[in-house]
Nanobody, 126 residues
């Protein structure tokens, strides 16, 4: 399984970006997906997660109301729409696959993810 992120970049505070993560293989629709981020000198932080069908989502407290996770199983792609961006959102963003098939178990915990993308840099300037 390979996960490839895109859509990162530099934006001013208050702006928006949409990240995409496309997975290889035929099993994408069997697994929950998540987004995490890591800023320099900080631990990886949970951002958002989505269930297999897309009907259930979770968000980190710092992004609730501003970020939206979605998925298109026909295109093997998960998205992260980021609005009202703040300088503190600056980080490398990673998408991951929850290792628990057809389950949301542990989806806030990065240790429950078995495959990761290479990361995409998001920089928000004030």
């Amino acid at each position: 399984v390979q996960l490839v992120e895109s859509g990162g970049g530099s934006v001013q505070a208050g702006g928006s970006l949409r990240l995409s993560c496309t997975a290889s293989g035929r099993t994408f629709s069997s697994y929950g997906m998540g987004w995490f981020r890591q800023a320099p000198g900080k631990e990886r932080e949970f951002v958002a997660a989505i269930s297999v069908s897309g009907g259930s989502t979770d968000y980190g407290d710092s992004v609730k109301g501003r970020f939206t996770i979605s998925r298109d199983n026909a295109k093997n792609t998960v998205f992260l729409q980021m609005n009202s961006l703040k300088p503190e959102d600056t980080a490398v963003y990673y998408c991951g696959r929850n290792k628990n098939v057809y389950s949301n178990y542990g989806r806030l915990d990065s240790r429950q993810y078995d495959y990761w993308g290479q990361g995409t840099q998001v920089t928000v300037s004030s």
